[in-house]
């Protein structure tokens, strides 16, 4: 059974900084592209952090994070993981985790991040 439990989520004023973590199951975790997504209140699931597969593993951006946000990953535990540093109340947003593409319906609980202005 596919399963991604997100956690790390938090309120934290604007210029903050937060750390997510991901642990998925039940995929063959080093196969996959592994991905962030955000869900604002009212709109629609977005992919905010891309990381490939593979050792020289590389990594893409929505603008919106670019250079703010980095998406890493662990192997050998099955972790993907997000540095979010200079928060802005915009990027308030319930965050998810799933392979790239996604597999549905196969989504977490997600990780609710507040960011204060």
């Known amino acids: 059974q596919v399963q991604f439990v997100e956690s790390g989520g938090g309120l934290v004023q604007a210029g903050g900084s937060l750390r997510l973590s991901c642990v998925a199951s039940?995929?063959?975790?080093?196969?996959?592209?592994m991905g962030w997504y955000r869900q604002a209140p009212g709109k629609q699931r977005e992919l905010v952090a891309h990381c490939t597969l593979g050792f020289l593993s590389r990594t893409v951006y929505a603008d919106s994070v670019k250079d703010r946000f980095t998406i890493s990953r662990d192997n050998d535990k099955n972790t993907v993981y997000l540095q979010m540093n200079s928060l802005k109340p915009e990027d308030t947003a319930v965050y998810y985790c799933?392979?790239?593409?996604?597999?549905?319906?196969?989504w977490g609980q997600g990780t609710q991040v507040t960011v204060s202005s």
């Open positions: 799933n392979s790239v593409p996604s597999r549905e319906p196969n």
């Open positions: 039940g995929i063959t975790f080093r196969y996959n592209d």
